[in-house]
């Protein structure tokens, strides 16, 4: 019982999955998603093993309408579910059971779809297209616009509790635990999608700040973690190390606020710094 979107972005080849749901924890069990291969959202009495049997289906060759026939002629409780996928082409496939409660149903376009069920109104999903196709924006950011709209338009009639956004990589090795370039979840808030915001504000910025190759552009990444809300002892603690390897004297001066409020922090530094040195060899 809940509204997601699946999507492709193709300008990044990046894929991702989207939800929000007035269910504790709807994040562990609607999103999957692999690197180099596609998304699923699995929802609606929702059968979590869509999620990664459809990946397998998907990584070994299937269409993404090809690997949903196949699971839902197997599941017997076809007619309670709704999925969706989309593959690493942009292709996508719906399935939305005769049983999901109303107001029920899905919407594709170019690379993405749409969907949801237990809504106010058959706008929800339309709405949550809609604005998906009309952000910009990274991907994480665009789902997210997607998930504003179709709440706007109504959302879950039983109201909001929990979300997630979760996106791979266009390219990878395939595996469900590999890279991953947006994780966020909500569990259980009054304001999911106002939560989601500032969580997928803080990962995006802590991934730009990532830090900086060049002393040059150093301070000014700092500046605008910061203002992403990125945590002072992350943008300091990575700051003296880029510093620190060309110039010790200034990773010092830059390590020294984080020494004097814990002594600790030396070691961390010292021994990161062993590690590079030894990496780049």
Known sequence: MTYSLVARDASTGELGVAVQSCSFGTGR???????????????????PSYGPLG???????????EALAELVAADELRELRQVALVDRHGRTA????AACIPAAGAQAGDGFSAQGNML???GVWQAAAEGFEGATGTLAERLLAGLDAAEAA?????????????????????EIWGERAVDVRVDDHPEPLRELRRLLRLELGQRRFAPPTSLETLDEAGAAARADGVPEHVITYYSALLAGRTDAA???RRLRPLEEREPRWRDAY????RVLEQRDG
Request: glycine share 20%; charged share 15%.
């Open 29 to 47: 069990v609607v999103p999957w998603a692999a690197a180099g291969v596609g998304a699923v959202a699995t929802q609606s009495f929702t059968l």
């Open 55 to 65: 990946l397998d289906a998907l990584r070994g060759g299937a269409t993404p309408a």
């Open 94 to 97: 719906s399935h939305t059971g």
């Open 120 to 122: 106010r109104s058959d």
């Open 154 to 174: 109504g959302g879950d009639f039983r109201g909001s509790q929990a979300g997630a956004i979760l996106v791979v990589p266009g390219e990878g090795a395939g």
């Open 250 to 252: 200034e990773g010092r």
């Open 270 to 273: 010292e021994s990161a710094l």
